[in-house]
């Protein structure tokens, strides 16, 4: 019989798949499991979940300003924002037709007529790369989006319902979990073939998973927390729990990952697209240029540097806003 | 009791007390924690000594400031955020807070221990106890592995843990909450300190391992002499095993003195609203509890003049513009009282004519203390 | 413990057979002729080809007959053969796969080494400088996928400054880019790791008793804490062993090196699927297994999953 009144600190417990050590899990290049931030010591998602948003709801207007309070994060929403702009006015700012080739003009150097060079079909880099930018948000947004319907559908099943539920889900997604992320995404483009909504389809399949790990760990800690319980003693009723006191701290540290995973989707892309795997070859996405440039290494690098740093430019944007984001909403730090 | 742990005993005190009536003395000590939010006055004035030998209770609420002073002693504020605008820590001839951190390494462990209030968490969970144990006194006394587990292996029976020899192989989270707890007293007690700090000892364990708990303490303390100061903000812990008694508000002092004083004849309007807010056995079930109306103040923004002033049913306007001086009372019997009151008198006489703060009916033996 | 990793193990094989089913499915059922699939486009009307695959996968039985085959042949070693080599893939698995494990135990050295000093230094350090340079430079690394990061570095190091060399793999000055390339992203999330694990747990509670005893500094952060903060990361880098060893896919393209990663995407672009699929099950299966060690590696860790 214990002897002491119940501890203070939950007791941490161990790893269910280890897969995902921490909260937010961005897939980059190799397909490692990338992580935003480590939440705490030792549990997985349980305790990242732990740490945003147990205690208090979170006030709309007080997460606005605690987020533009952020320098970095306010740079990287900028540069978010710029990005979609780009790809929104595609038309009316890319000087020349991405798919125009000039036969005349083949692998022209960076000038005034092509800002960035032509390529070996005499199609002008700039207007590839931002047409490119429009390949890069609809795959980014429409993947996460997907992946983030079916996670947090499965999630929440798991997470409130619990018991032969939450077993059945997180096996299923143990199963997904033991793909390293471009391996299968490469399985699944094979089957499927190239092209932007295999793409869209392959990276959605590989991420849900975590969504929904993350989501049910949130719920977990939630349910048990002192405050749900008050509601409960209070009388609420359980649609009023989930809805009111559940939902919006569970989905926290999901809206985070969201965040970083959209520009880890684009990674996820391009790295597709330069192995091969990914876009059709004419499609302007970043990472077809890139391949694109491997022939003419070190001698035209124009052909993938800008396209490189396209990636990297969106990829920070959204690293950032999602790591202002999670400071935002951290209650600890209030 | 042998006379060698006597003789033991007298040889430390005889190293530390220059003066022989006082162990450690803190005199106008400050604390402020410099933060983003403003400067928080956690310890603000604040003077205490401990005699050898005896146990000092500080009282207080949550953010009274009482276990940043023991921090203090210890020398484990952390100092970019903290800074010690004044004051000074007067132990055996030396000021702690102008030690250097290797001379405070030596004493820290050796000479004065610190216990802390939840045993599972001040544990490592990676470590066995027994070889938490020993670590201590390897540190201090360059003993080798063996003897030390052995010493410490002793020491964990001395607390009352039994099959200790098998337990010192074991991890925190093997052990029950009692038994973390005397894990670390043996921990603290190991090289047999002259001044133990135990602060919040009991506060996570359930009431019957509290008993339990100070139970130990007490033994361990008769053995060896040691002063203990039993930080806490359960009145009854320390009306049952503390000498004196200090009271604390708002990083700073308000009332000091015998124990018996402090609970018969209280001397601050706190203290007095503290007394009348217990729940007592003899109390009729018909009466209300009178509880002291608001909050502690932010240790930011503390109120004018006296600190309590906002929720003390005698506080006039001096009380709002003037901090009140800690001055000596009259007390019918026993050692020095302060109090830190305008309205020390009012106080008086309201606790004598209050049924809360009299003393409970003594019985045939003649023993006043319930 | 031993229940513990009898759990493990149980949970390992359901996660196998639930990836050999998506493989399967993607070999036998989806394609239209999965002979077509397993021959190849040339191959695929030669009716000496068509009998052995017929008899070798079952292909005339029914599905759960054909999926027990495969499983078989999975257990036993046999991925099938690669129509562009005419080969089996498990021997060109076999060939490959040295170079791959190589590369990949050179970058988890690094990672180990950097990506835990780094963070260490970090946590101890809070707010200085070197924190600072830290974080910026983990940021920007995540920031820089591992592609563009290989394609820079051999830009910088290998063409413009000639110190090395551009591909192959002979020489130990061949690790040098493709592991750091291959390690940066996992590096910079190491020393992340370990920084907010070190900076939680130099806040605990047991830390301030390690100091109350009068411990050094160094004792308590190199004994205390840090026997604290591992636990995490080394999961985490016996993960990321795990998804190395299954190929690193972007590295060995830029820089040629002949693992089985490259040999994944040649085959991709011959649309060899069957060395695509084995690979990726090898991949798969070898990824489990070493999560599998990893789980036990942080029971052991932890005295607190050990023991009961």
């Not at chain 3, 830009?155 to 130990?172: D, I, M, N, R, Y």
């Amino acid at each position: 019989m214990a002897e002491e009144s119940p501890p203070r600190a939950r007791s941490h417990p161990p790893l269910e798949a280890p897969a995902a050590v921490d909260s937010t899990v961005v897939p980059t290049g190799e397909g490692q499991v990338a992580q935003a931030e480590p939440g705490s010591t030792f549990a997985g998602a349980e305790s990242s979940a732990a740490a945003v948003g147990i205690r208090t709801q979170t006030q709309f207007g007080d997460l606005r300003r605690r987020f533009f309070r952020n320098k970095l994060a306010v740079l990287g929403l900028a540069v978010v924002a710029s990005v979609f702009l780009i790809a929104l006015l595609a038309p009316l700012l890319a000087p020349y037709d991405p798919y125009g080739q000039d036969l005349d003009d083949t692998l022209a150097n960076p000038s005034a007529r092509h800002w960035f060079g032509t390529d070996e079909v005499g199609r002008d880099q700039l207007s590839r790369i931002i047409y490119g930018s429009r390949i890069a948000v609809a795959i980014g947004l429409t993947s996460i989006v997907l992946a983030l319907a079916i996670g947090v559908t499965l999630g929440a099943i798991a997470g409130y319902l619990g018991g032969a539920w939450d077993t059945v889900v997180m096996r299923i997604a143990d199963v997904f979990f033991a793909f390293p992320f471009l391996i299968g995404a490469i399985v699944i483009i094979l089957l499927i073939g190239r092209g932007v909504l295999p793409v869209i389809l392959a990276l959605a399949i590989f991420s849900w998973a975590t969504v929904s790990r993350l989501l049910r760990s949130s719920i977990l800690s939630i349910r048990e927390s002192e405050y749900v319980e008050s509601a409960r003693s209070l009388g609420a009723g359980r649609w009023r729990i989930v809805t009111r006191h559940v939902l919006p701290n569970a989905m926290a540290p999901v809206l985070v990952f969201a965040t970083v995973s959209v520009g880890g989707a684009i990674v996820g892309a391009a790295a597709l697209s330069f192995l091969g795997a990914g876009v059709s070859p004419e499609v302007p996405e970043w990472g077809n240029m890139v391949a694109a440039g491997q022939p003419f290494f070190g001698y035209k690098d124009h052909l993938w540097f800008f396209p490189a740093m396209a990636v990297v430019y969106t990829v920070l944007g959204f690293v950032f806003m999602g790591d202002g984001l999670r400071d935002a909403l951290d209650p600890r730090l209030r | 009791m042998a006379t060698e742990d006597m003789a033991v005993g007298s040889d430390a005190l005889a190293r530390f007390a220059a003066d022989d009536h006082v162990l450690l003395s803190v005199q106008d000590l400050r604390v402020h924690f410099h933060t983003d939010a403003g400067v928080v006055k956690a310890v603000d004035g604040v003077s205490w000594s401990v005699a050898p030998g005896e146990t000092l209770g500080i009282v207080g609420e949550s953010g009274s400031g009482k276990s940043v002073s023991a921090m203090a002693v210890m020398g484990l504020v952390p100092v970019p955020p903290g800074r010690f605008p004044s004051g000074r820590i007067m132990f055996s001839g030396r000021d702690l807070l102008k030690l250097h951190e290797e001379e405070l390494r030596g004493i820290r462990g050796k000479d004065v221990s610190m216990i802390f209030q939840d045993p599972l968490t001040s544990l490592n969970p990676v470590f066995k106890v027994g070889h938490q144990i020993a670590e201590v006194i390897q540190v201090h006394e360059k003993l080798g592995r063996i003897p030390a587990r052995k010493r410490a292996v002793e020491l964990l029976a001395e607390v009352g843990i039994p099959n200790p020899r098998q337990r010192a192989d074991e991890y925190p989270h093997q052990f029950s909450g009692g038994m973390r707890q005397r894990a670390m007293i043996a921990m603290a007690l190991a090289l047999d300190p002259v001044l133990l700090l135990a602060d919040e000892p009991t506060t996570a364990l359930d009431v019957t391992v509290q008993a339990q708990i100070m139970d130990l303490l007490v033994k361990l303390q008769e053995e060896r002499k040691t002063a203990i100061v039993l930080i806490t903000h359960d009145l009854g812990l320390v009306a049952a095993h503390a000498d004196r008694v200090l009271v604390m508000y708002a990083g700073k002092v308000a009332e000091v003195g015998d124990i018996d004083n402090i609970y018969y004849e209280p001397r601050h309007a706190y203290t007095f609203g503290l007394l009348s807010s217990l729940a007592r056995l003899d109390q009729r079930r018909s009466e209300r509890l009178d509880p002291i109306p608001g909050q502690p103040p932010s240790l930011i923004r503390v109120p004018t003049g006296c600190p309590f002033h906002p929720r003390c049913q005698f506080a006039t306007q001096v009380c709002r513009s003037e901090v009140p001086p800690l001055t000596p009372r009259e007390v019918a019997v026993g050692g020095l009282h302060l109090a830190a009151c305008h309205h020390s008198d009012e106080v008086a006489a309201a606790a004598a004519a209050s049924a809360h703060v009299m003393p409970i009916d003594p019985g045939p033996d003649g023993a006043s203390r319930p | 413990m031993g229940k513990y990793i009898l759990r493990r193990l149980l949970q390992m094989i359901l996660v196998l057979i639930g990836a050999s089913l998506i493989l399967f499915v993607c070999l036998f059922v989806l394609p239209g002729d999965p002979i077509g699939s397993l021959a190849g486009s040339e191959r695929v009307r030669d009716p000496v080809v068509r009998e052995t695959l017929e008899k070798r996968y079952n292909l005339d039985k029914p599905l759960p007959v054909q999926y027990l085959t495969y499983l078989g042949n999975v257990a036993t070693g046999d991925l099938g053969e690669s129509f562009r080599l005419r080969r089996p893939v498990n021997d060109v698995i076999w060939e490959k796969i040295g170079n791959t494990f190589r590369l990949a135990l050179t970058a988890i050295v690094f990672e180990i080494i950097i990506g835990v000093i780094a963070g260490i230094v970090a946590a101890v350090f809070r707010y200085s400088f070197w924190d600072v340079l830290v974080t910026v430079a983990v940021t920007l690394t995540v920031g820089f996928a591992t592609f563009v990061t290989g394609l820079i570095l051999q830009q910088v190091f290998a063409l413009k400054l000639g110190w090395l060399p551009l591909s192959g793999q002979e020489t130990p000055l061949h690790y040098i880019l493709p592991a750091v390339t291959l390690a940066s992203v996992s590096t910079a999330l190491v020393a992340r790791l370990m920084r907010g694990t070190m900076l939680e747990v130099l806040r605990a509670d047991y830390i301030r008793t390690a100091f109350a005893k009068g411990l050094t500094k160094r004792t308590v952060i190199l004994k205390h804490a840090l026997r604290n903060s591992v636990i995490p990361v080394v999961t985490f880098i016996g993960i990321d062993f795990g998804t190395l060893l299954g190929g690193a896919l972007i590295t060995e393209v830029i820089f040629n090196w002949n693992g089985i990663g490259s040999a994944l995407v040649t085959a991709i672009g011959a649309q060899d699927n069957p060395m695509v699929l084995g690979i990726a099950t090898y991949s798969v299966a070898i990824f489990v297994v070493v999560n599998l060690v990893v789980d036990t590696l942080y029971g052991f860790l932890d005295p607190r999953i050990r023991l009961q």
